[in-house]
């Protein structure tokens, strides 16, 4: 099984900083199938990145993803108060299927 | 418009079973991956079963053997059959579109979830 390691755990940024979340998987990941969700409480996740790199419909051009082989990153350039929540990689290429344990991006 | 509706959770004791539904519009459940995921209160993202277009299904070791995921292609409508349960499996469970569907574009649509409670 393909462990999916997120860090930080929380991340305490104000508005308008940049927020760099690292995704590390123990064994290399093809970039196609590495995604990236965001939750707030109460909610379904929504997909936000897909193929690693890829922002999904609607995702503003503030988020983005990048890596390779096992580290992955996902940045949020400049924070909107609509974005603080949990985000959480997704592996989808290998068999189980894993989730990193999330990364909470709260207000400073 | 893609819509994603869970139904069929509740309270179970232990060693019971229960079905979900996960009736779709917008999209057939038979061209596409779909995929059920859950989340324990207070935790993260599970994931837990995926039926490909093709038929071919995949399950979490956690729940292999005592879950089971199919389909409906007249009412539209992915179902996960799950029985032994145990107190470890309670959880919202959400419905998924994905991540494949004419190319490898992530879980795209999620259903609001159904919170499955098992406690005697």
């Known amino acids: 099984e393909i462990v999916l390691t997120q860090s930080p755990g929380t991340l305490s940024l104000s508005p308008g900083e940049r927020a760099t979340l690292s995704c590390r998987a123990s064994?290399?990941?093809?970039?196609?199938?590495l995604g990236w969700y965001q939750q707030k409480p109460g909610q379904a996740p929504r997909l936000l990145i897909y193929?690693?790199?890829t922002r999904a419909t609607g995702i503003p051009d503030r988020f983005s993803g990048s890596g390779s082989g096992t580290d992955f990153t996902l940045t949020i350039s400049r924070l909107e108060p609509e974005d603080f929540a949990v985000y959480y990689c997704h592996q989808y290429g290998i068999s189980p299927w894993t989730f990193g344990q999330g990364t909470k991006v709260e207000i400073k | 418009e893609v819509q994603l509706v869970e139904s069929g959770g509740g309270l179970v004791q232990p060693g019971g079973s229960l079905r979900l539904s996960c009736a779709a519009s917008g999209i057939s459940v038979t061209s596409t991956y779909m995929t059920w995921v859950r989340q324990a209160p207070g935790k993260g993202l599970e994931w837990v079963s995926v039926l490909y277009h093709g038929g071919l299904t995949y399950y979490a070791d956690s729940v292999k053997g005592r879950f089971s995921i199919s389909r409906d292609s007249f009412n539209n409508t992915l179902y996960l059959q799950m029985t032994s349960l145990r107190a470890e499996d309670t959880a919202v469970y959400y419905c998924?579109?994905?991540?494949?569907?004419?190319?490898?574009?992530?879980?795209?649509?999620w259903g609001q979830g159904t919170l499955v409670t098992v406690s005697s």
């Open positions: 193929g690693t790199s």
């Open positions: 998924a579109k994905g991540p494949y569907s004419n190319g490898w574009y992530g879980l795209d649509y």
């Open positions: 064994q290399h990941v093809t970039t196609t199938y």
